[in-house]
């Protein structure tokens, strides 16, 4: 019998696929990143206000929310400067008043009603300095939920908007039924403050429903629901 030739040894061939180096010289991919490390960017390269995985939709606050907001801190604080004049209109016609009734009785009468009007002025004083002031921080947080486009809000301030116009409309009826704003006015810029308050807190009700004002709002609500990102 002849003797079969042995086989050659076998010698490895190139492999099917060879990664392509960079023109830098490097490979065009590394090894694996180990099991649960974090890939992406750090939480300082984030915009504010946002965390990894969140989406980044920024929206630009419309100019019509920024006033409207300001409208109503001023709204609030205008007729602050008021009171210290108000309250001496109560005073002084508490005064009269009281004078009139006891003109034609004894000095201890009028002595009396004189006192009288000191301590209802001096019990009315911090009464309406904290109540303006309870005024100004609702009005403060109107303005800070307007600001950041929640639209329930909105709602209420369009509620205390209409109210603010009934409250008006029913003053001056009164004041033109009555006697008293006829012949014992308050200071005219009393008037003027209160009518400028309620300009400006009228006009940031219609600015919070002018359409940049609703777009900011509805976006608002979607980029919430939908974890987006404000600024």
Same mark, same amino acid.
């Given at each position: 019998?002849?003797?079969?030739?042995?086989?050659?040894?076998?010698?490895?061939?190139?492999?099917?696929?060879?990664?392509?180096?960079?023109?830098?010289?490097?490979?065009?991919?590394?090894?694996?990143?180990?099991?649960?490390? #974090?890939?992406?960017?750090?939480?300082?390269?984030?915009?504010?206000?946002? %965390?990894?995985?969140?989406?980044?939709?920024?929206?630009?606050?419309?100019?019509?929310?920024?006033? &409207?907001?300001? %409208?109503?801190?001023?709204?609030?604080?205008?007729?602050? &400067?008021?009171?210290?004049?108000?309250?001496?209109?109560?005073?002084? #016609?508490?005064?009269?008043?009281?004078?009139?009734?006891?003109?034609?009785?004894?000095?201890?009468?009028?002595?009396?009603?004189?006192?009288?009007?000191?301590? %209802?002025?001096?019990?009315?004083?911090?009464?309406?300095?904290?109540?303006?002031?309870?005024?100004?921080?609702?009005?403060?947080?109107?303005?800070?939920?307007?600001?950041?486009?929640?639209?329930?809000?909105?709602?209420?301030?369009?509620?205390? &908007?209409?109210?603010?116009?009934?409250? #008006?409309?029913?003053?001056?009826?009164?004041?033109?039924?009555?006697?008293?704003?006829?012949? %014992?006015?308050?200071?005219?810029?009393?008037?003027?403050?209160?009518?400028?308050?309620? &300009?400006?807190?009228?006009?940031?009700?219609?600015?919070?429903?002018?359409?940049?004002?609703?777009?900011?709002?509805?976006?608002?609500?979607?980029?919430?629901?939908?974890?987006? #990102?404000?600024?």
């Amino acid at each position: 019998m002849s003797q079969q030739p042995s086989p050659p040894p076998y010698q490895p061939g190139p492999p099917a696929y060879q990664p392509a180096p960079d023109p830098g010289g490097t490979p065009a991919y590394g090894p694996p990143p180990p099991q649960g490390s #974090y890939q992406g960017p750090w939480p300082s390269q984030l915009p504010s206000g946002s %965390f990894p995985g969140m989406p980044a939709v920024g929206i630009a606050r419309p100019l019509t929310i920024t006033l &409207a907001a300001w %409208f109503l801190i001023a709204s609030s604080i205008a007729p602050l &400067a008021g009171i210290p004049a108000i309250l001496d209109w109560m005073g002084t #016609y508490m005064h009269t008043s009281l004078l009139q009734a006891t003109a034609r009785s004894s000095r201890a009468s009028a002595a009396n009603a004189a006192a009288f009007a000191s301590q %209802f002025t001096a019990i009315m004083t911090p009464v309406v300095w904290i109540s303006a002031l309870i005024g100004v921080a609702v009005t403060v947080l109107l303005a800070l939920g307007i600001r950041a486009g929640m639209n329930w809000v909105r709602i209420l301030l369009t509620v205390f &908007a209409g109210l603010s116009v009934i409250g #008006y409309v029913s003053n001056l009826a009164l004041a033109a039924v009555l006697p008293t704003a006829g012949t %014992f006015p308050m200071p005219a810029f009393v008037y003027v403050l209160s009518f400028l308050s309620g &300009a400006l807190y009228i006009a940031a009700a219609v600015l919070t429903w002018l359409r940049p004002s609703s777009q900011y709002i509805a976006a608002r609500r979607a980029a919430k629901l939908g974890g987006g #990102y404000l600024r």
